[in-house]
Each structure stands twice: as structure tokens, then as C-alpha cells.
């Protein structure tokens, strides 16, 4: 069905067949370490033009991708896949900009999609590509490339952030999304998008992330970005050191008050540096250290005391408000789980004790388990077949293995399991499979399927029928302490709507609590 053909583009010697002329193909031009990925009706003389531009005379050779069955709306289509692919797929490094990446519908797409497999297949035989597109779904390079398609929530927030930037810098943007909606996905390409642009080229612009783990990953992405180099990565430490014009903040609710923080001086420091007291917070530096901040937020997404909830953000808007020009965006769609919003709006349901109807996802295994011993087994099994399965779990046990890595701090039917041995990058650590990961080591992250410990630290009340907290069964000092009851519910429950939402494929719930469980599974499948 493809042929793939190759060209001498330094010398402009590239065949006599006559689709190279007049029908819709695409092309790879290369140097054996970097690559340009493109489409056109006309190849020949694309490439002359090509040939004739600066930054294109680093390359020597093209191969030329045809099919009798392509039309032009495949072409565009298969462009941004190979560019999302072969960047994660890291044999070279890719040149393309991200202007113009967008989800694209056309008639006969569900056959185009399965036939790109075998061009993948095909363009691996040839040694153009080296992983399989499991592999490369799988790793942290695809899932937070810059080149990803955006739907129409995404691509409508780019564009008018960016046309709204080129009109005037001194603006605040919050950007609210669900868990799954793309927050950290729009924000990588905005930041691409604005290095690459020429409007923005001397700006200083900054991505902020306020997650340890998360910005140890981000950082070693952005290595493999051409245009974007790991110090674009900032911790809200580094944003103190120096005036941005332009601040990218990635999981905003992550930032911290001056509050259960394990790094009171350093903080306090931080604030005396730019003038401000400790009643500041993180937020307050990046709105003081920059010109245009842009925030993408969750409310619900905010698990302790020390983070920024809804009602200290909308009061700091408040206050912006009378010094900048203030847009809010909403990302709506569901792009990580295949339950949809859906889904997201059930689990937040269920953990609220508001849910009044059964509902099941064609798409989705939401599922209860009673036998712990099963459940442990049905994930092991499923990290065999898909690979990116974890366990998750509230904070219901103690981290005695911290210091001794000879015990354990869970003990469920026999079985035993020790907290995730690292934050940063967890996730993808050796021994990860057989640890159970925290809130910290697996927020902003995706899993293929989650199997989500409920601890002690919650459970239900059949009398009220509502969903109940203990407290004393609950071990993450800083996130109770100096706190109230109902505030603490929230941080829990915020916690698990979390964990419930990691899973592209699935989520699989083991519950301790009795009554927890009989209320849980009226709502969920049990197996």
C-alpha cells in the first residue's frame, strides 16, 4: 500500500515518477540525526523551495512516502502523527514547529488511523524509525510532546492566548481543566509555540512546575525538544532569581502557602528576596515576578493545606483584577481517560456520596474488587499485557519503610507492599509494579489502569448515608495538621478523585472499609 522511496535532496535528484509531481505525499528529510517531517500535493517542487531555505540546507537526503490511496486530508493527518512519533521516538531530532497541529476528522479516518500502523511497520523495516507505537504510546516523550493534536477546546484557548499575548503582555490568563482535559498538554505547546515564534523570540519566558516529580521528568523531556532546553523547567524557588515576562504555571493548586511545608526557611527567604512577607505565597512570587502569568488550574485537584484552593485563588484574581486584564479559559473535553467527562463527573459523585444512579462506560473498566489477593494478581497480569499499570493508594498507612527498607507499610490478606521508594519519576522506576505509589508520585502522571487502594482514612455512614472520615487513620502529617474535619474530607476525597482519574483505560478499586464497600458497589461493577 506505501512506498517509500529515497531522494538526494543536497544534489536535488529525486526521481522521474509522476506522483512526485502532482499527487498528495509526504516526506522525511534527514541528516542521520535530524529530521523535517512534511506533506505536499507537489513534492518536486516543495523540495526546491526547501532547498532554497537556510535552515533546510542541514539536511542531505528526503525519503518520499507515497500511497495510491491518499488524498490530501490523509496527508495532513499523517504528518502530525509522524511528527508526534518520530519526536518520541527520539532516532532523530525534529526540526518541525507546532503551528498548525490540530485534531483532524475526514471521511474513512477509523481505516486511515489502522492503516498508519502499517506504515509505522513499514517505515521500521526501513531503519527510518526504531520503537514499535506501543512502545512510544507508552513513554513520557509522546504523552508530553509539544506536538500534539489539539481539539477544539485546546486549539480555540491557544490561539486566543497567544493573539491576546501579541496585543499586550501585561495580562493574566487562568486556564481551568478537569484531571485528563490537557492542562500540562496545552501548556507544553504553548511554550513551544512561543519559542518558536519570532513575536516572542526575545522574550523571557518560563514553564513553572511546582511538583518535584513531575518537573525532574519535564526537564529531561525538554532535553529531547528541539527549541526547548531542560532550564526552561523552573521550580517556584527559581522564579525569585529573576523578572520573566511570560510564566508558564503547570498545576497551579500545587503551589504552597506558608503552611505544613517542610521548607519553611527556604520559603521565608524566597518572600524576603522579592519583598514580600510570608502571608505571600508561591502564586504571589510568579505574580509579582512576571508580566503575564498563565495559570492552568483545578480546584479539585488541591490535596493538603499547603496548596492554593479555590478560595485563596479567586481572591488573589480579585485582586489582580484591579492591576491586570484578567481571561479565563475552560478546557471541557476529556483527553486522557476513555470514560470521558462522563466519568470524571461519576467519580466525583461517588466520592461526594451524591450519586443516585448506576452507570457504566463502554469504554471504560471501572471496577470493584473484594479479594485483595485477586486484585494483586489482575494487576501484575495487566502490566504483562499493556506495561504503565500501578497501584495507588490514599494515605492510610505509615512510611515506616522510608528509613528501613527491610519492613513494610502495607498489609492487606497476607500480602505485603511497601510505598512507592521515590517521588520523582515513580512512575516509570524499576520495582515501581510491585510498590504501592502516593498522591505525589502519581499527580499529573497517566497510567494505562489504576488499582486504587481505599485505606481506612475513609469510609460511609449508612445511617447519614454519607461518606465519613478517620482521621486518626490517615498518616500525611502535613496534610492534617492545623486542620479542620471537613477540610481535611475534602483534601481526601480531592486525593482519590485524583487517583481515580489516572487510568486511560481503566480503573480497578480495592475498598478497606465494610460499609464503604457494600455503598461503592450499588455504583460499580464488582469481580
Known sequence: MFKITEGDFKNQIYGEEVYLSNWPMLYILDNGKQAYIGESNHVKNRMSQHHNSLDKKIFDKVHFIYSSKFNQSVTFDYESKLIQYITADELYEVRNKNAGMAEKEYYGKKEYDEKFQVLWRRLQREKIVKHSLEELENSDLFKYSPYKELNNDQRTAVEEIINSLKQDEKQTVVVNGWPGSGKTIVAIFLLKYLRDSESFKDKKIGFVVPQTSLRKTLKGIFKSIYGLKSSDVLSPSDVTKQFYDILLVDEAHRLHQYKNISYMGAFKKNCEKIGLTIESDELDWILHQCKCPVLFYDEMQVVGPSGIDVRRFHKKMEIEQTKRMISYYNLLTQMRVNGGNDYIEYVKNILSGNVREKKTFDKYEFKLMTDFKAFNH?????????????????????????????????????????WNHCTEGWVHANGAINEVGCIHSTQGYDLNYAFIILGEEIGYDPVNKSIIIRPQNYFDQNGKKTVAYEELKEYIQHIYYVLMTRGIRGSYLYVCDQELRKYISQYVDTV
Open 378 to 418: 489482575l494487576m501484575y497480569q495487566m502490566e504483562e499485557e499493556v506495561q504503565l499499570v500501578r497501584m495507588v493508594a490514599g494515605y492510610a498507612w505509615e512510611w515506616i519503610s522510608k528509613n528501613n527498607k527491610t519492613v513494610f507499610d502495607i498489609e492487606i490478606q497476607g500480602i505485603k507492599k511497601q
